[in-house]
């Protein structure tokens, strides 16, 4: 049934882009909620197997070459089903107000998302790449057509890592195709590669996967991508697809080949400490409100990275679970900057903003973004805390060195997110403290709804983190470098 | 042998002979024949491929110079089907006069093909080469009232010609080394395993014939005066045709003639033979190819440095060599012709709208024209090998056969070189699609009602780069099937 999440995007999309204007939103906004309500469906139903990554559709595809349309699901994969869901429908309302060419910016958010869909279920290596690729050319059109500050460049730049990443990972299935002799993930999971492939296949296929992850020194496509994204673009981006980064190298690289991770690990382990604090460093110094953002993401997504680096199961399940969590947050930050606030003030700029007195003109977007800013900092009680707390316990066994570099790293984030919140909503220092709120349209239904959903999942995982956990920590113990 | 077995058994070829002559008459003897020669050049190459389906499975006439396989039988389908879709697009050249005379050649050219598909002896694939050769420097040239055409034309011609010279003194020396035409007995006369010089350089000379065919630098010079200087049709069918034909042959020719003096490409270890010639020529061809296009603002000329590129991809596939070399070899020129006959479809279409076929011609198409627009955007995914199109399946199988090949992944080298090259590329794909979906319109819009035959057939070339993309089984088993 959870296949049906990506067979109905693909469907929405398509039926879209002939109906008339006013109906695409109302497509878009159905196709998301379907998809999330198919995997809340699923999350729920005690009888689904989410420990073993167990197939659930196998088609012969193109038997020539060993090709199977193969799908399957754990609890890893669920829970970025659920969080691709979550970010999708409220994508789709914070894009409500978008009239212009309106079933084009649909037809792309919605290949986007059933591309991650697919990327998250598929358990043939070739139909996973292929839905990886998919994903990259909507993410140029959205940028491209409906971004704003410096969005052809953006776009570009985004488009052009993103392919430069998948030229690697081409490389690097073609390679365990070869040796493994078949594409099945759970049959090549069980091969044996030998050290000397593992020693160089490893790398490459990581880093391929990990500059959509946006993994330190490949990030930069992330910051310039997030800000000249539409506000759905960047919600889609921090919340999925640098996702789709993560959620690959580990189940095809380091599920695949085992010792070349071992052999690997503590690089990509320095380089994800060296993104967590530079990536808050810079972001410390951006004027751009959402430039502050998109390095947040990068910061917070070296985590992810990170918790991977340290192969055991606390640092993976908090792997997972930051997934989630940096899935909501980033896009509940993209959405307060991109449209309650640019949109209305036609201004990211922090010291313009500061001279606006949101704070009474927007309550509930200043509202929102303390509750996202609160999270994204890691208070207690919020996704994020739960999450990296777990990584960190798990970096605690493998790397204490790191834990103590990264907890410096987590003062540069709260510093850097209070003086966006501070600068953006609350600078009662400056002179405009009394002056009269601009005369702003105030925020919409669909926004709040959108955000609505954001802080109650992000809240709902903060308070009660094993409702994910559970479902998550078995998975990854069934993986084969646990064994 | 009687004539009558003999022309049952080359039927296809009697066929469109036979249609070029008719259509040749009636464009002399009917002014403003345009259309119904167009129908009856159509009617004879789908008679010639239902004569394809009648042929036997096998049959070797006269030691290899008209050779009956499932393998020449596909391949003869494919050119018949190339050329049939070649002929809707005539429309979009008003200026083209003498439309009988133009179709004419046309088939005559895929006379040429066939009878280059169809031989595996060399002195009847040097003539199929020379008809063909012959019949395209025409149709480049054949647009009077363009200087450009003839510019296309005449570097075609001279190019074409030296090429065809160093092939034949090519074919005379191995002939010399070996005392046959015929592929098979040369195989057998060279298999001792050394390589004198002479013999090498017969190979070469070969080579190089071929090289020019399919545009692989250094010897792709003509090809961006050709296909942004010739009558829309002609380019296409340059481009797509001649191609498919050509990769055949050279495959042929390689892997069964010279397959005892394979070599070695593989890196550090290279050793005489075939194999390093065309790898080289494959690394250069794609470098060149795609950093080059990166700089062009004209959508045709940026197409022939792609196709050069190309080239380049598919010569992996014979470089890696064996039975999967070169069924990836033909799954990708065969998909590659399709992409670009479409391609060209939506250039003739923008062109005959605008006026020209610069990128700033293409601003704002996807506005103007969204079906144009969409089956373009098709086009240029797949040519930059994006899934789900049929470039993205290609390139996995060419790259794939080309890492196995060797002892010890020896062409890892190469697969890096294409890998590289296929990043490159993406980024003037795009540039092309950002003229059309992005740009704002910046030519007048003259609004030529677009002919519908040309519309269809760029729509069903687009659904079948779709198509092949998701289920290319349906081309790769048969591909496959026909290999001996």
């Known amino acids: 049934m959870i296949a049906w999440t990506i067979y109905l995007t693909f469907a929405g999309a398509v039926v879209l882009l002939f109906l008339p204007r006013p109906f695409a939103k109302w497509i878009a906004l159905a196709t998301t909620i379907a998809g999330f309500a198919i995997s809340l469906a699923i999350f729920f139903r ?106 052809e460049y953006g776009a570009m730049k985004l488009t052009l890592y993103s392919f430069f990443g998948g030229a690697l990972v081409f490389l690097g299935i073609i390679a365990i195709y070869v040796s493994g002799g078949s594409f099945d993930l759970n049959q090549l999971s069980q091969f044996q590669f030998s050290p000397q492939l593992q020693g160089w296949v490893f790398p490459v296929l990581f880093l391929g996967f990990a500059v959509l992850a946006g993994i330190w020194p490949l990030h930069t496509w992330a910051p310039t991508g997030h800000v000249a994204a539409p506000t759905a673009g960047s919600m889609l981006l921090a919340g999925i697809v640098m996702k789709l980064g993560a959620y690959a190298a580990l189940r095809v690289a380091m599920n695949l080949l085992p010792q070349g991770f071992q052999t690997w690990r503590n690089s990509f382990a320095v380089f994800a400490v060296i993104g967590i604090v530079y990536a808050a460093a810079v972001a410390l110094r951006q004027q751009d409100l959402k430039f502050v953002i998109g390095y947040s993401s990068v910061s917070h997504m070296g985590f992810v990275l990170l918790g991977l680096a340290t192969a055991n199961v606390f640092g993976v399940s908090g792997a997972v679970l930051q997934m989630f969590s940096h899935g909501v947050i980033g896009a509940l930050l993209f959405a307060v900057a991109g449209t309650m606030i640019y949109r209305r003030t036609h201004t990211r700029d922090l010291d313009a903003l500061a001279a606006m007195n949101l704070r009474r003109a927007l309550p509930f977007a200043a509202f929102t973004f303390v509750v996202a800013s609160a999270a994204s900092m890691g208070i207690p009680g919020f996704s994020g805390f739960a999450a990296e707390i777990t990584i960190l316990i798990g970096a605690w066994k493998t790397y204490p060195l790191a834990v103590w570099i990264v907890g410096a790293g987590m003062v540069l984030v709260a510093a850097f997110t209070l003086r966006a919140l501070k600068r953006s909503f609350f600078d009662v220092d400056s002179a405009s403290a009394n002056a009269e709120p601009p005369q702003l349209e105030p925020i919409t239904i669909s926004e709040k709804i959108g955000a609505g959903l954001l802080m109650f999942a992000t809240l709902a995982v903060g308070l009660y983190p094993r409702i994910l956990l559970d479902r998550i920590q078995p998975a990854v113990e069934a993986l084969r470098f646990f064994k | 042998m009687s004539y009558l077995e003999l022309l049952k058994l080359a039927s296809p070829e009697a066929v469109v002979v036979v249609t070029a002559l008719v259509v040749l008459t009636v464009g002399l003897a009917k002014s403003n024949s345009a259309t119904i020669c167009s129908v009856l050049a159509a009617t004879g190459l789908a008679i010639a491929a239902g004569a394809v389906l009648m042929l036997p499975a096998h049959a070797n006439l006269f030691g290899g110079m008209l050779i009956i396989s499932p393998l020449n039988s596909l391949f003869k389908m494919i050119c018949l089907g190339l050329a049939f879709v070649t002929v ?100 057998q006369k060279l298999s001792s395993g050394s390589v004198p010089p002479v013999l090498a350089a017969g190979i070469v000379m070969t080579l190089i014939g071929f090289a020019f065919k399919i545009a692989a630098a250094p010897f792709h010079l003509w090809a961006p005066d050709a296909y942004q200087g010739a009558p829309i049709p002609s380019a296409a069918f340059i481009a797509s045709g001649s191609k498919v034909a050509s990769f055949v042959v050279l495959g042929k020719i390689v892997l069964v ?197 040309a519309t269809a057939t760029m729509a069903v070339l687009a659904a079948a780069v779709l198509l092949l993309g998701v289920m290319p089984q349906a081309l790769v088993a048969r591909v496959i099937a026909s290999l001996p």
């Open chain 1, 46 to 151: 005690p009888d689904v197997d989410l420990v073993h990554f167990t197939t659930i559709v196998r088609i012969p595809w193109i038997p020539a070459l060993g090709m199977n349309y193969q799908l399957a699901l754990d609890g890893i994969s669920l829970t970025l089903i659920l969080v691709t869901g979550l970010a999708a429908i409220s994508a789709v309302l914070f894009s409500w107000d978008v009239n212009e060419r309106a079933n084009e910016f649909f037809f792309w958010l919605l290949l986007v998302v059933g591309g991650s869909y697919g990327v998250f279920l598929s358990a043939d290596l070739f139909l996973l790449f292929l839905f990886y690729e998919l994903v990259i050319v909507p993410k140029y059109f959205l940028i491209a057509i409906f971004g704003s500050t410096n969005k």
């Open chain 2, 88 to 187: 809707p697009l005539m429309p979009s050249e008003k200026s083209l006069r003498n439309p009988g005379e133009y179709l004419a050649m046309l088939l005559l050219a895929t006379v040429g093909l066939l009878l280059l598909v169809g031989s595996e002896e060399l002195l009847m694939i040097f003539i199929g080469l020379e008809l063909l050769g012959l019949s395209l420097y025409v149709m480049a040239a054949f647009d009077k009232t363009d200087v450009r055409s003839a510019e296309a034309g005449l570097k075609y011609f001279l190019f074409g010609s030296t090429a065809s010279a160093f092939t034949l003194f090519g074919i005379s020396l191995v002939y010399g080394m070996s005392g046959s035409t015929a592929l098979a007995s040369v195989a």
């Open chain 2, 257 to 453: 003639g010279f397959g005892p003096l394979v070599g070695s490409s593989a890196w550090h270890a290279m050793m005489a033979g075939w194999s390093p010639v065309l790898a080289a020529l494959s690394a250069l061809s794609i470098l060149l190819g795609n950093f080059v296009a990166l700089a062009q603002t004209n959508v045709r000329r940026l197409l022939a440095y792609s196709a050069v590129a190309h080239g380049g991809y598919t010569l992996v596939g014979i470089v890696a060599g064996g039975r999967e070399g070169f069924s990836a070899t033909l799954f990708y020129t065969t998909i590659y012709a399709i992409t670009l006959v479409g391609a060209f479809a939506v250039v003739g279409m923008v062109k005959s709208e605008t006026g020209g076929d610069d990128l700033q011609n293409f601003a704002g198409l996807g506005s103007r024209s969204p079906l144009a627009a969409a089956c373009m955007s098709i086009f240029m995914l797949s040519l930059a090998g994006l899934p789900p199109l049929a470039g993205f399946f290609g390139k996995f199988y060419l790259f794939s056969v080309a890492f196995q090949a060797g002892g010890n992944h020896g062409l890892l080298w190469l697969v890096i070189v294409a890998l590289f090259g296929s990043f490159v590329s993406l980024y003037y794909y795009l540039i092309v699609l950002r003229a059309i979906f992005v740009d704002k319109e910046s030519v007048p819009d003259t609004r030529h009602t677009s002919h519908f035959v």
